[in-house]
């Protein structure tokens, strides 16, 4: 099927600012065609973010884009929801961004199940600043402030978001580029707080520190460690040693948060009537 | 019809301010001396349809409203010290982007946690120049609970006219006494709302300079689509590190208070017409400050009373008058010496200037500054 990519794209905004062989533009065009499919209405659809590479992705999408500060995509968006329920609102942004500066956002932004889809793109590092250390970055792994490996434990954000209350979380690659939309669409469709995480990679600063010689080595990496939740369930603990599941790792029916303040709302006028 | 009265704390007048004002979104955080803002706002919103939101921090809370004033609502938030501190990063982001919004800092004891339940003045220079970067500041001090009613709803109106936040501080003496309040009716206070484009959405420029310093914003889920940036922009809203654009507009955000500051400045004198001493004081300080005149005058001291209600921008031109025509400036405040930098700097040597400074936690009370102005004399 072909996708209409130029419609969701602002004329003049290209290139984007990402590195060759960066899966961050696998993402977005995963991101884009999810978007297509569900026909969201430009005029009443914000795209917001906060900073790092990721973050610059909404500027070139011809939506109501916000570019907010570092970490603060889910509080931005979570008062653009509030006061015009009736918006769509997707977050887009990277690991540093939204689960170290920002995670307390994210936590919460989950934990109210407030109807929004916020996509990671899971590439392991700081990649706008050079290379730094994420709370995703494997541990023993090389980065500029972790010369001698690694010593921080890692966060799962997939399990974070299931465990803040998230009502969809999903994961997949940037190498599966085809089930970026797809998983992407079913959030979009979701009611209530859907988080989408893209493992990707960042070949500048995290490959070439590592052991990757090349991108094709990450992406390679990525087709390796992902597993389909349903093939899972077949393999023993040793075969899903340093594995990631993959595809809809979560999906539960609970009240949405702006639906929960409308009964606020319904309360407050009956009592003052 | 009579109008309704009621008996109100500081902090409940600013609330019933802001909704008369058309505020429709709140985002705030339990801190003290300022929470009963929020209490007061999580009650009346809801009956107007509006939206209360309690976030997980501070800076969610700013973060909150700011994306509620992108989508057309007059927004506000209220805070104290600590939270101001945490604030500082997306009033940042409010100034740059241009997006109007009102923040309340009932000031306590500082640094740091300081004396929470204590009143203070030590933000007020944080009020000017707490977050990183040149821009412009307005920031409104009421010292009574009428007109902190009266000046949330100014904040709002200079906020939506400017496109820029505004910060309403008092001191905790302010906010939590309690006072008779008249309600104006509607329509009795003049409320302005932004100012919103009338070009095609094509045309549409977020920062367009074509409509003056400031340009009119449009509201997100409105036909027009554009992009907001915390980096420096052009006209367009789009990302810029050109330098003449940078420039232009930096400059252009400071011009626009500095061109409108007849409009924004507001004062109150007392007195002041023959005064030989003037007791410069904002706040609950002005309320010693005013009851110390009186004495003074009793006992033949020809004393006057100068009260910024406008802080930032402060009122230069009419402080510098008055340095001309006055022996000396008194400057009582809740803190060891900010506001006093500012009369200093543009009384310049016209005058002597003395400052009263106090951060036990206690109010400065008139004896103070009636020794004070007897020993200037």
């Not at chain 1, 085809?178 to 493992?199: F, N, R, W, Y």
């Not at chain 1, 979560?250 to 006028?269: F, G, M």
């Not at chain 2, 309600?183 to 206070?189: I, S, V």
Request: glycine share 10%; net charge negative; hydrophobic share 40%.
């Amino acid at each position: 099927m072909a996708y209409d990519y130029e419609k969701n794209i602002r004329p003049g905004k290209l290139p984007h600012i990402w590195c060759p062989g960066c899966g961050h533009g696998i993402a977005m065009k995963g991101l884009i065609r999810a978007m297509d499919t569900c026909g969201l209405d430009k005029n009443n659809t914000a795209m917001v973010s906060g900073i790092g590479c990721a973050s610059r992705l909404p500027g070139y999408m011809d939506y109501c884009t916000l570019h907010t500060a570092h970490g603060r995509a889910a509080a931005f968006a979570t008062g653009i929801k509030m006061a015009k329920p009736e918006m769509n609102v997707i977050c887009v942004g990277g690991d540093g961004d939204g689960v170290a500066i920002g995670g307390n956002h994210f936590i919460h932004a989950c934990r109210r199940n407030i109807d929004m889809t916020y996509v990671v793109f899971n590439n392991y590092i700081y990649g706008m600043t050079g290379g730094q250390f994420s709370p995703t970055t494997p541990t023993g792994d090389k980065a500029s402030t972790t010369p001698y490996g690694n010593p921080d434990p890692t966060f799962d954000i997939s399990k974070l978001a299931i465990g803040a209350g998230a009502t969809f979380v999903a994961r997949t690659t940037a190498f599966h580029a085809t089930q970026i939309d797809k998983l992407i669409v079913q959030g979009i469709k979701h009611k209530g707080m859907a988080v989408i995480e893209v493992l990707d990679d960042c070949p500048t600063t995290y490959g070439r520190r590592n052991r990757f010689r090349s991108v094709v080595d990450m992406m390679k990496r990525l087709k390796d460690i992902a597993v389909p939740v349903a093939a899972a369930g077949k393999m023993s603990p040793e075969q899903l040693e340093g594995k990631v599941l993959t595809g809809v790792l979560h999906q539960e029916d609970r009240p949405e948060y702006c639906e929960q303040y409308t009964e606020v709302i319904k309360r407050a006028q009956a009592q003052s009537e | 019809m009579a109008k309704k009265v009621a008996l109100l704390q500081g902090n409940e007048a600013c609330a019933h301010g802001a909704v008369y004002a058309g505020c429709t979104f709140f985002g705030g955080y339990p801190i003290t001396p300022s929470t009963e803002v929020a209490e007061v706002m999580s009650v009346e919103l809801p009956k107007i349809g509006g939206a209360f939101i309690q976030m997980e921090d501070e800076i969610a809370a700013m973060a909150s409203i700011l994306g509620g004033a992108l989508t057309g609502a007059k927004a506000m938030t209220a805070t104290s010290g600590p939270g101001m501190s945490l604030k500082q990063e997306l009033l940042g982001y409010a100034c740059i982007a241009e997006i109007p919004c009102v923040i309340i800092n009932v000031m306590r004891g500082g640094p740091s946690t300081g004396m929470p339940t204590g009143p203070s003045q030590s933000d007020v220079l944080q009020a000017r120049w707490g977050t990183h970067g040149d821009h412009p500041a307005i920031a409104l001090a009421p010292s009574s609970c009428q007109e902190i009613f009266s000046e949330t709803v100014r904040a709002f109106n200079l906020a939506e006219k400017y496109r820029m936040p505004v910060q309403v501080v008092f001191d905790e003496i302010v906010g939590h006494m309690r006072e008779r309040i008249e309600f104006p009716e509607p329509g009795e206070l003049e409320i302005i709302d932004r100012t919103e484009p009338t070009v095609a959405p094509e045309d549409y420029k977020p920062y367009d300079t074509q409509f003056g310093d400031v340009a009119p914003l449009a509201a997100f889920g409105s036909e027009y689509r554009y992009h907001v940036t915390g980096l420096n922009k052009a006209e367009d809203g789009f990302p810029t590190t050109k330098a003449e654009l940078v420039d232009a507009e930096q400059r252009r955000q400071i011009r626009k208070i500095e061109d409108a500051r007849a409009d924004i400045e507001s004062n109150e004198e007392y007195q002041t017409e023959d005064a030989e001493v003037i007791v410069l004081a904002y706040g609950s300080t002005a309320r010693s400050g005013r009851y110390a005149v009186d004495r003074l005058r009793e006992e033949g001291v020809k004393a006057g009373l100068f009260r910024p209600i406008t802080l930032w921008p402060f009122p230069e031109k009419r402080v510098q008058e008055l340095a001309k025509q006055t022996k000396g400036i008194i400057v009582p405040e809740m803190n060891l010496g900010q506001m006093v930098l500012e009369v200093e700097r543009v009384v310049a040597r016209d005058c002597a200037v003395e400052l009263i400074g106090r951060v036990d936690g206690e109010p400065i009370t008139p004896t103070q500054i009636m020794d004070k102005v007897k020993e200037v004399l």
